[in-house]
């Protein structure tokens, strides 16, 4: 099966074996030469076929008056007008996309051609600049292919952007003829401006028979909801004037209409709206007295005073989104490029791209009745959802709106997830702006659950050679009532475990694996002998820590199942002389990190640091021999947003039986280590997701007055 | 050995060189020539006078679109009121919403009528509407109207069927061509067809319908709900199946089917391919053909096995075990399969064209659900096999999420199809699709409360906002005395000192009216005085005079220091959708009485922090007041001494977690344990294993010790009535308290940030 996504490897770290170097050499150097030779044999056996078959393509440098003519007869087939009942599974034709392991479409591009009508009068414009535009982002996206019996979907390079710029009955026979049109079936027509007067239909009226349609402007009546797109009616402005983002902050006019063509009813009730408002309301219109060589496109007036079109948008918070003739208005792409957020008054009429952007967070729908309400309705939005709505416009806008390669991207993206809904893109990735990405999280463990007791949790011991107190703890941690399993990671390559008699006899099973490398990270691989949710990372030296210390902790785990649930905690600063983070284990009052030396944590997160660690970290770590611990509390810090909760009192943790051989100087060395870590993990994260809280977790009763029988946890906190 | 490695690797070069000479054509698709291949794809030709291209249309074309003397737009709505009906009803041509503006969204139900018997199922829809906040007993006020008349079951096959609807609604002096009307159905059509007529006109009504097809379906003014069984609880529900989120996420299968295979009919086309993907191993697809009276006469030559397969696997085991479940259309586009699949955390895998989804016009379903094309199931397999784990696990926890917020009780379905049409009637106040699809769920975020994410206390991490970093401290005064005691001057003294101290509200509920201003103790922060009326649920009415994130709720006696508070409110910071708080106490189940206990003893857990101390999100005080219906809050004031019960309970319903518990001085105790004694008395058991033979600690008491059984006995009535309510017991228990980093470490008090916390 091909799956395009990487597997897990669920078996352990991988065991390669090394091959003796003159061997590797040998094999390096044969698999160069045949290599070598078949990439020549290939390109002498492919070569000439690719030059032949795209012979007519190769002379790049040709004008679009020079593409071949195709005559119409008058008689030739009408396509049926559009099917109002078509949807993806009645009028598409899913056999032809086929499972594929990148799950994407393929999309071909019909070649252009001029046509005329039987007495040689051309049937449209050739080609729009837009439309050229748009062909060529797809043909240079990867869902182009250059092959029609590979195709799932066929664009047309009948332009028919606008429909006052061709001949409806005439366009509609060009499309008939083309080679794969088959009613229709899996053809895309792009098309902003649809109807004409006196009706103004808001879909093409070019019958297409069974073809989807994105459109700019469909009205609920006309949009086959799942088959058509609604796109934006692509504003040419945006490509000439530069807008500059501007930040949140209060803005001149708190309403603005630009439109010039509006209706006289529309234009009083405006009207209306400013005279009660005063100031705070700018309705604008086009200019009656502008001198020769002003465009009147790029000016707007007001009585006497003079506005630059679009840059007067940035003046505004709101900006309204009337209907004109046509439901779709280009208008709307500006607005959102100055960063003003459309007030959209245009019943039933079907936002762009609104299968899957949601319009909500960027703009404000008002019915046309309760225009007169508009600003008391606006009023009442708080401020900072205000300042979100402009940041999210802007984002609309330059994601989707800002070319038309953005249009033709998103179109096709969104045909593409209806295929493969499997594959499909979320809601997050469409409709976050980057700094929500950034700053947001989403957490993988998102569903409130309190695990069940019953499933107990596995304690993993990291080992290398201290078999003594490995054996001590080993005791210890059985004596846990909630352990289920306890999983000896035995590092040390060149000894072996001891033998199976000499392991202390305990009442839940215990494994002992063996890995390939003496690595930190081996302590965090998700080893399928972990059948918990829970996992107790311990070191072979942490004899201090009381049975009922160790349940407790794992209560509060499964409170906070997402989180790291630690003894020993820890600290890092911001060092303000020497402008880097420190790290801090002395007594403090807030924690930000807890050692995993003794930790509770969700056995995903071992899947996380193994597979998911950003950047070189794991490598870095498994290098320096250090801070694994560190890394792990930036990983989950990063993914869930929360801080570490520390559990009961400090306590001393060094073995007794360690001897005192870290000096001062050692000490120091390990603290200025540390601290090289953190700094070099937030620069990897790009940011510092540790989080400091001033608090630790207790059992309910402890230290208060109170018979310690009957306390749950009465053995906290003994040294 | 080595040798032996040696002639495989070059056997094996030598025959991919083979390959490649004699199968080139339709290698090089995949080879390393499919790089080089796409620079000489032929692209898209950049024209040389690509730029001299003319525009789709010209700037003032553009800019001035249509001719302005068309038709006004007042006209055109008028028209449109008559073109598009019935079938291509909108809201705004079949939905007088001038009748939802004096009253709001008000739910009006015709009476029962005598003789005229409803199903279970729909007297179940109509208690829920009962039950709703929206519901009203006035037609003259309502915006919506909902029949008496049963339409759930429109096959006239059936006995549910009720004969003659159109002659009764014509009777009906409210139906106004159905205007303003929703109408409940579950089935419609019959063998063979199965279309989805009803059988009766609906006009201009809502149809709230399972099973709708696209086609019939009409964009943003039905709504689709799901089928569900006569079973299915009215309040509460099942919870979902997923305990834990084990990793890696896949269970024993990895897609299971159970079910009838149609040999004829509507719908065989699909359930009678379903058996091909069967492989045995992890993906099961068990069919029967054993339906109706005349199986056996379509009979074909798999039926005998595939029956006797049939009988080996349970359903619920299936459902259990899997990590998909496909669920197919029947007869009808939706089956009882999509919720139970949804219920048990098995990812529905749906193969159903057309089927226009529950609720999905609120509901992203592509996080829950693999929506399949009925064409394409034999790629199901390799499809599901793809997604990965991190994916799984994610959905699985997304259909939890679904089922618990919108699907588990009829109440839930009803109420979210009633939210649906009212988020319609004020665009701009209305749920976003991420309040929908996020936790806690569209029914719980209440748009007229605020449109503004970082206003609720549920989604600071997904946006990165954070909750204020001020807060208010809400005391309410109830005494006698008119004048101010000395414990409400020590609080106000301990309250303002706390740097986070933005505002202090006092809500005054006694009788004789507030001292003068003068008499209040002067604090650096703003003091406010409201007048509060005598009931107990005053006390959590969303009060504009908060105007922080967090509220600080205390009674007039209560006692804590500025440390404490300090310590609190930073703890509350880390979790603002809980209740953070000092004095705790505990349910649990009494399993001899059958029912729920309550103690106010010490106990090793809690799952009740007091509103006598306690931080909370303000929000909560609007969910209180308006999300929960009238008749709760009236029992509440009923009872005397409940509310603060019903606060937990409800904050732990919307958050499935417990409350937080922080440290307290143990002075605090002393002062109170001698009044709280006598108070609880010796009734109630305490649970096994809780036995406390010592000083109970409770909230300060405020009542004479007579009243102390009384009030045990109340609260404990509440807590019952409350769960049933709900339909089940929300509270959660926790077993931990936090306390300072340093709180009684063996360290200098100097070190330590909240010393005062430790002083006996």
């Known amino acids: ?719 | 050995m080595q040798t032996r490695k040696k002639y495989i690797f070059l056997t094996f070069l030598a025959s991919w060189l083979l390959l490649f000479f004699f199968g080139g054509d339709q290698l090089r698709r995949f080879s390393v020539f499919s790089g080089r291949k796409a620079e000489a794809r032929r692209n898209w030709p950049r024209w040389t006078d690509r730029s001299l291209l003319k525009s789709f249309a010209d700037p003032e074309e553009l800019q001035r679109d249509g001719d302005p003397s068309l038709l006004s737009p007042r006209e055109r709505r008028a028209a449109w009121l008559s073109t598009y009906r019935s079938s291509r009803c909108r809201m705004e041509t079949c939905f007088d919403f001038s009748k939802c503006e004096r009253h709001g969204f008000k739910v009006f139900t015709y009476p029962q009528e005598r003789g005229q018997p409803v199903s279970e199922t729909y007297g179940k829809i109509l208690s829920s509407i009962t039950r709703s906040r929206y519901h009203t007993l006035n037609p003259e006020e309502a915006c919506l109207f909902i029949l008496s008349i049963d339409t759930l079951d429109r096959d006239h096959l059936s006995g549910q069927y009720v004969r003659n609807v159109d002659e009764k609604i014509r009777g009906f002096p409210l139906w106004n061509g159905g205007r303003n009307h929703l109408i409940f159905n579950l089935y419609s059509g019959t063998w063979p067809g199965y279309t989805g007529d009803l059988g009766f006109d609906t006009g201009q009504a809502i149809l709230a319908k399972a099973s709708f097809d696209t086609g019939s379906f009409r964009p943003g003014f039905d709504v689709s709900i799901p089928l569900f069984s006569k079973e299915h609880p009215q309040r509460g529900g099942d919870r979902g199946w997923l305990y834990q989120d084990s990793v890696p996420p896949k269970k024993k299968y990895l897609l299971v089917f159970k079910g009838k295979r149609y040999l004829t009919g509507i719908g065989s086309g699909t359930r009678n391919a379903l058996h091909h993907i069967h492989n045995g191993k992890d993906i099961i697809s068990l069919t029967t053909c054993k339906h109706g009276k005349d199986w056996e006469k379509h009979k074909d030559t798999r039926c005998d096995k595939d029956n006797v397969d049939y009988e080996r696997f349970d359903y619920r085991e299936l459902l259990h075990n899997s990590t998909f479940c496909i669920v197919p259309r029947g007869r009808r586009l939706g089956s009882f399969r999509f919720l139970e699949a949804l219920q048990a955390a098995c990812i529905p895998v749906l193969l159903s064209d057309g089927w226009e989804l529950p609720f999905a016009e609120a509901i992203d379903w592509g996080k829950a659900a693999v929506v399949g094309s009925e064409r394409l199931l034999l790629q199901i397999p390799s499809a599901v096999r793809c997604i990965h784990p991190e994916r799984v696990l994610a959905f699985q926890q997304q259909t939890q999420f679904l089922w618990d917020a919108y699907f588990s009780s009829v109440d839930k379905i009803v109420h979210t199809t009633l939210e649906i049409i009212k988020d319609r009637l004020s665009p701009h106040r209305s749920r976003s699709r991420f309040l929908w699809n996020t936790l806690p769920g569209g029914l719980l975020v209440l748009p007229d409360f605020s449109t503004h994410l970082g206003d609720f206390p549920f989604y600071y991490l997904q946006h990165g906002y954070s909750p204020s970093k001020k807060f208010t401290a809400f005391i309410r005064v109830v005494s006698q005395a008119g004048s101010l005691s000395q414990p409400i001057l020590r609080l106000i003294q301990a309250v303002s000192g706390s740097q986070y101290c933005a505002q202090i509200v006092v809500l005054w509920s006694c009788e004789k009216p507030p001292p003068p201003s003068g008499k209040w103790p002067q604090s650096t922060v703003p003091l406010t005085i409201i007048q509060g009326r005598r009931k107990l649920s005053d006390r959590f009415y969303p009060f504009g005079a908060i105007q922080t994130d967090a509220v600080l709720s205390l009674d007039e006696d209560t006692s804590l220091s500025t440390s404490e508070v300090d310590f609190a409110f930073l703890v509350w910071r880390s979790f603002p959708e809980r209740i953070v708080g000092f004095p705790t106490q505990s349910h649990f189940w009494d399993p001899e009485q059958g029912r729920w206990g309550y103690t106010s003893k010490w106990t090793n857990e809690l799952s009740i922090v007091l509103t006598a101390a306690a931080f909370y999100h303000r929000y909560y005080h609007s969910l209180f007041t308006e999300y929960l219906p009238t008749g709760l809050r009236e029992l509440v004031d009923g009872l005397a001494t409940c509310e603060d019960i019903l606060m937990n309970v409800l904050v732990a319903a919307v958050t499935k977690l417990p409350p937080i518990k922080v440290t307290q001085r143990k002075q605090h105790k002393e002062v109170v344990a001698q009044q709280a004694e006598c108070r609880d008395g010796a009734e109630g058991t305490p649970p096994p294993g809780q036995q406390s033979p010592s000083a109970p600690r409770s909230a300060p008491a405020k009542v004479k010790d007579t009243n102390g059984s009384r009030r045990f006995s109340q609260r404990q009535d509440c807590l019952n009535q409350l769960a049933d309510w709900f339909g089940y017991m929300p509270l959660v228990s926790s077993q931990l308290r936090l306390d300072p980093v340093l709180f009684k470490d063996q360290v200098s008090v100097l070190r330590k940030k909240y010393p005062s916390l430790e002083k006996p």
């Open chain 1, 1 to 719: 099966i091909m799956c395009a996504s990487a597997k897990y490897n669920t078996r352990g770290p991988a065991l390669i074996p090394r091959m003796k170097t003159k061997h590797r050499i040998y094999y390096i150097t044969l698999f160069s030469i045949v290599l070598l030779g078949l990439i020549a044999t290939g390109m002498f056996q492919f070569w000439p076929h690719s030059i032949e078959s795209s012979s007519d393509w190769t002379v790049e440098k040709r004008s679009v008056h020079d593409v071949p003519v195709v005559k119409l007869p008058a008689d030739s087939p009408i396509p049926e007008r559009g099917d109002l009942s078509c949807r993806m599974h009645t009028c598409f034709d899913v056999y032809r996309c086929g499972f594929n392991p990148k799950n994407k479409i393929k999309v071909y591009i019909y070649s252009l051609k001029k046509y005329v009508d039987e007495y040689g009068m051309l049937v449209s414009n050739t080609i729009s600049r837009e439309y050229n535009e748009l062909l060529t982002a797809i043909s240079d996206s990867e869902f182009y292919t250059d092959d029609v019996n590979r195709a799932c979907l066929f664009v047309p390079s009948i332009d028919v952007l606008n429909q006052n710029a061709l001949r409806i009955k005439e366009t509609a026979q060009a499309l008939a003829q083309l080679s794969r049109w088959d009613r229709g079936t899996n053809h895309l027509l792009f098309n902003m401006l649809p109807g004409g007067p006196p009706d103004y239909n808001t879909a093409l009226d070019v019958p297409r028979d069974r073809a989807l349609l994105a459109g700019g402007g469909f009205s609920t009546w006309t949009y086959r909801q799942g088959y058509d797109v609604s796109i934006p009616v692509y504003s040419p402005l945006s490509g000439e004037v530069d807008l500059p983002e501007r930040g949140p902050g209060p803005r001149r006019y708190f309403i603005l209409s630009s439109q010039m063509a509006l209706h006289p009813e529309y234009r009083s009730e405006l009207e209306a709206l400013q005279a009660e408002n005063g100031e705070s309301v700018l309705v604008l219109d086009k200019c009656t007295n502008l001198s020769d060589g002003v465009p009147a496109v790029r000016k707007r007036c007001c009585k006497n005073q003079v506005f630059d079109y679009p840059q007067v948008l940035q003046e505004s918070t709101f900006c309204v989104v009337l209907r004109g003739a046509r439901l779709g208005q280009a208008v709307l792409s500006d607005v959102l490029q100055a960063g003003c957020v459309p007030v959209i008054i245009a019943d039933s009429y079907i936002l762009p791209f609104s299968e899957v952007l949601d319009w909500k967070r960027a703009s404000v729908v008002i019915p046309e009745e309760k225009m007169p309400e508009m600003y008391s309705i606006l009023q009442s939005i708080p401020q900072r959802q205000i300042e979100e709505m402009q940041r999210q416009a802007r984002w609309f806008w330059e994601a989707y709106f800002r070319s038309m390669k953005a249009i033709a991207l998103a179109t096709l993206q969104i045909i593409n997830d209806r295929i493969y809904p499997y594959a499909a893109i979320s809601y997050e990735e469409w409709n976050d702006p980057p700094a929500v990405k950034w700053s947001s999280v989403s957490n993988p463990l998102f569903l409130p659950l309190i695990p069940p007791q019953s499933q107990g949790f596995t304690a993993v011991v990291l080992t290398y050679d201290r078999v003594e107190s490995l054996f001590r703890v080993i005791t210890e941690v059985s004596k846990v009532p909630s352990l289920s399993k306890l999983l000896v990671v035995w590092n040390n390559q060149n000894k072996n475990p001891p033998e199976d008699s000499l392991w202390p006899k305990i009442r839940v099973p215990l494994k002992v694996v063996r890995t390939a490398e003496n690595k930190l990270s081996n302590r965090f691989f998700p080893y399928d002998e972990i059948e918990t949710e829970a996992v107790l990372a311990i070191d072979d030296d942490i004899i201090m820590l009381t049975s009922d210390e160790l349940q407790f902790g794992y209560e509060v785990w499964r409170e906070f199942p997402d989180r790291l649930v630690g003894y020993p905690g820890r600290l890092h600063l911001w060092d303000h002389e020497m402008n880097k983070w420190k790290y801090e284990s002395e007594w403090t009052n807030e924690v930000s990190m807890v050692l995993t030396g003794a930790a509770f944590y969700h056995k995903y997160f071992n899947y996380l640091y193994t597979y998911k660690m950003p950047g070189d970290i794991k490598n870095w770590v498994d290098a320096h021999m250090n801070c694994e611990d560190i890394a792990m509390n930036f990983l989950v810090a990063n993914v869930t947003g929360k801080s570490v909760i520390k559990v009961t009192p400090r306590k001393k943790f060094k073995c007794p039986e360690c001897t005192a051989i870290d000096g001062l100087s050692l000490d120091q060395t390990h603290m200025v280590e540390r601290s090289e870590c953190i700094n070099k993990f937030a620069s990897v994260f790009g940011t510092m997701p540790l989080k400091v809280v001033e608090h630790r977790a207790d059992p309910v009763l402890y230290k208060d007055d109170f018979p310690e029988k009957l306390k749950s946890f009465p053995n906290i906190g003994s040294l």
